[in-house]
């Protein structure tokens, strides 16, 4: 649902055409809503075009397939062996467009004892391993808040879909791209089976602790702030605990090499723990800043909203957008960022259909778009 609408987001932000095909009753991200707003498809939307067909109708497929003519890239995310059943495989795509780029977006992959069965985020952010060392040891295993493994998918799928279209434009060879929802998020969790292999252990659920540097960790201020604070490297644990006036500790058999830290990770945090509590965010902030310590605040949507980085950087840009209250819609800036050619906001993410004509008619002739307008292939929902 995420994925594919975030992999064609960063290609559309920095200058590709996309036009996405929807059914009469939208995509489904348009259904994920906030006080009645489509905040989702709004922000994973933008900088898109949208046409309407009727997919059911095979003369809406062979629109598609004359749309495939003049593309360097498709993209679908269908539960696999339904494209084929459309009659749109990737051997009908290729043999229209030899240099098409097919990304195959899934949450098991196109082959597999799994590849039938439907593939959710959810699903696969606890089979690769994540939930099950995230959270704390005397809880539940814990997952992800939001969209991480089609996020991973999404962000993996758009660097390898311009790998794939550099070869094509090079070779006009195109390919098929499988990208699944597991993969990019099963790569993110090394080096876990290493691991296991050395030890026959799990990794454990540590919190805000890592199991390979301490001290790292969350820790709460005396006004009910918190912090994050990472010291990773010899260098930065000795500056922090001079910073705390504890400098006896760099020499603390406990507490001298990083192996040390990480076997009494819990007494180190519980001093570092102390020092902070006893001080309001906005002192932590200060004291860590001036000692060079790699410290922050652990920051929410209401401290982001006029937070100066975030303003700076252009982080979050504005879009006008009359469904919103003053008009005006925040959403995240351009990333990455390119010095020569950087993405820009060209259009606010589409009504269902709104491009038919601009699309649709140039392709198929003025005559046959009006045809297929006519017998419902193409369709106006209006201003979903």
């Known amino acids: 649902m995420v994925a594919g609408n975030l992999l064609t987001k960063v290609l559309a932000d920095h200058g590709a055409e996309v036009v996405k095909v929807e059914p009469p009753e939208g995509d489904t991200l348009r259904a994920w809503r906030v006080k009645g707003i489509s905040t989702t498809w709004k922000t994973l939307s933008r900088n898109k075009l949208s046409v309407c067909l009727d997919l059911r109708n095979p003369e809406a497929i062979t629109a598609v397939k004359r749309l495939v003519e003049g593309a360097a890239m498709f993209v679908e995310s269908f539960r696999p062996g339904i494209l084929e059943i459309m009659g749109l495989s990737p051997e009908v795509l290729l043999a229209i467009n030899p240099a098409l780029v097919i990304v195959r977006v899934s949450g098991w992959g196109q082959d597999g004892p799994y590849r039938h069965k439907p593939g959710f985020g959810t699903l696969v952010e606890g089979y690769s391993g994540f939930a099950a060392v995230n959270g704390f040891a ?32 090079a070779t006009r060879q ?12 099963h790569v993110m969790m090394e080096p876990q089976h290493a691991s296991w292999q050395l030890t026959r252990q799990s990794k454990p659920r540590t919190g805000s602790r890592s199991t390979n540097a301490v001290p790292r960790n969350a820790y709460r201020t005396s006004d009910g702030g918190w912090v994050c604070l990472s010291a990773s490297t010899q260098g930065m644990t000795e500056k922090l605990l001079r910073s705390i006036g504890r400098e006896e500790l760099i020499t603390d058999p406990r507490f001298r090499t990083n192996a040390d830290r990480v076997r009494h990770g819990e007494e180190l945090d519980a001093i570092i723990a102390d020092y902070i509590r006893a001080l309001t965010l906005e002192q932590t902030l200060a004291h860590f800043d001036k000692a060079g310590v790699t410290i922050g605040p652990i920051m929410d949507a209401q401290m982001l909203e006029h937070d ?77």
């Open 138 to 169: 005397d809880r539940e295993p814990v997952l992800p808040p939001m969209y991480m493994a089609d996020g991973y998918a999404g962000l993996y799928g758009a660097a390898t879909a311009m790998i794939a279209l550099r070869l094509a434009e």
């Open 174 to 185: 195109g390919q098929v791209i499988d990208l699944t929802l597991f993969d990019p998020i």
């Open 308 to 384: 100066r980085y975030v303003a700076e950087r252009e982080a979050v840009i504005e879009v006008p957008d009359a469904e919103m209250p003053g008009g005006w819609l925040p959403m995240h800036g351009m990333v990455p960022r390119l010095s020569e050619t950087p993405g820009i906001l060209a259009r606010p993410a589409p009504r269902i259909g709104e491009h038919n004509a601009q699309v649709l008619a140039p392709v198929l002739g003025e005559a046959e778009y009006a045809r297929l307008c006519a017998a419902g292939v193409v369709r106006d929902p209006g201003s979903a």
